[in-house]
């Protein structure tokens, strides 16, 4: 049997349609739509005509006089980085006392946002991390209590995720926007894993950012964007031109911009997608319960349809990593971006899960295109494996 790919929290396989869509835009002949020529001027119509199809599919406002703006990225992780230090320095060039203000992260963010976060606290800015519960979703109440200390610097900046990563875990973003906007705190949400999953509504969600990428959902790598609000401006981390109103200069890509619009436009035009994702997913967790001392990490929280954080009893992690790869199953124990690291989850461990679970939990993660036969091949090849892992450790 081929491989099993159960690891598209990490990446998805680009879709064949969304190929084709590229290779349309490559072959229509687009050149730099900076260019003023006709040549340019048609490229940026094109750049322009899918921006607001995309504002329009994710909940944004995009032919109003209050119209938000899609900023276009490399991706995920410059989406943030761009969100969190733009917005922090754009804040703080607008205090006339030159006062850096504290920045609030939830305690289980992307290694790009904390990352980002860790970037301001050496440039003079105060970090703190939000507290999550048990089940991994972040505690309004300790939100609330930061925003509200006035002993502390002012809050310019909240980022907490929609969904995390590793747990699959959804946040309560809405509520927590409404926190922040009553004490004049921005809120920024790291959509990255559920745009294409779950339908993502930036108006109805009430933040004032928001991040995502293409190759999370079947599209291009290379590829993502930020949402802003109507109004916002973001100081720019790259320089050296005056594209995208030089909050983002580079040269614009039609091709990726084309496979993004139809990758999201996909998971539009099959609403059923999550429901099918969830199944499988249920089936593959029900038969683990059933025949091994596991632990579904985050399970008691509403979570994404296609994620699932299980811990073994007694199996260390990278041996069953190891094991998996061996027997054609691609799984990780973790985020992507930090998959080079032996370090115990910075996500598990705010849960305060014990030990181990820490060191025995694995991420498998669904895309739209799993089937049901690779599910069942799954299972049978993860019970082998900790079968012998199990007689091994005995």
């Known amino acids: 049997m081929s491989p099993i790919y159960l690891d598209h929290n990490s990446t998805t396989p680009i879709d064949p349609l969304v190929v084709e869509a590229i290779n349309k835009a490559f072959q229509a002949g687009y050149l730099n739509p900076a260019s003023q020529h006709r040549e340019g001027q048609r490229a940026r119509r094109e750049i322009e005509s899918l921006r607001r199809k995309i504002m329009d599919m994710l909940g944004g406002k995009s032919h109003s006089m209050q119209a938000d703006q899609l900023i276009i990225t490399s991706g995920g992780t410059e989406s943030n980085n761009l969100a969190l230090i733009g917005l922090a320095h754009h804040a703080a060039a607008k205090n006339a006392a030159n006062v850096k203000s504290r920045i609030l992260v939830s305690a289980i963010e992307h290694p790009s946002v904390i990352g980002a976060a860790e970037a301001l606290q050496r440039q003079g800015f105060e970090v703190e991390q939000i507290k999550v519960d048990e089940n991994g979703v972040v505690c309004l109440n300790d939100l609330r209590q930061r925003l509200e200390n ?44 559920m745009v294409g999953k779950l339908p993502v509504n930036f108006t109805d969600i009430g933040c004032d950012a928001m991040s995502f990428t293409a190759h999370k959902l079947h599209g291009p790598r290379g590829i993502g964007g930020l949402l802003l609000k109507h109004g916002l401006t973001v100081e720019p981390i790259l320089f050296g031109g005056f594209q995208q109103m030089a909050m983002r200069p580079g040269t614009e890509d039609v091709a990726l911009l084309a496979g993004m619009h139809r990758a999201i436009e996909l998971a539009v035009e099959d609403p059923e997608r999550g429901t099918r994702m969830n199944r499988l997913r249920e089936q593959l967790e029900s038969a683990l319960l059933q025949n091994f001392d596991v632990t579904i990490n985050g399970q008691h929280a509403p979570r994404l349809p296609h994620t699932t954080n299980v811990s073994f009893t007694g199996i260390d992690r990278q041996a069953f990593l190891m094991a998996a790869d061996i027997e054609g ?42 089937t049901e036969t690779e599910i069942e091949a799954a299972t049978a090849k993860i019970s082998s494996i900790v079968d012998n892992l199990s007689k091994l450790r005995s």
Do not use: K
């Open 329 to 370: 199953l691609a799984i990780s124990t973790g985020s992507a971006c930090a998959s080079g690291s032996s370090e115990p989850s910075p996500v598990l461990t705010a849960m305060q899960a014990n030990n181990d679970v820490v060191l025995g939990s694995i991420r498998i993660s669904l895309g739209a295109t799993t």
């Open 150 to 193: 006035e002993l502390a610097l002012p809050v310019a900046l909240v980022s907490i995720m929609l969904a995390n990563n590793e747990t699959g875990v959804i946040q309560p973003v809405a509520a927590a926007a409404e926190i922040c906007h009553q004490h004049s705190a921005l809120l920024h949400t790291d959509a990255v894993q």
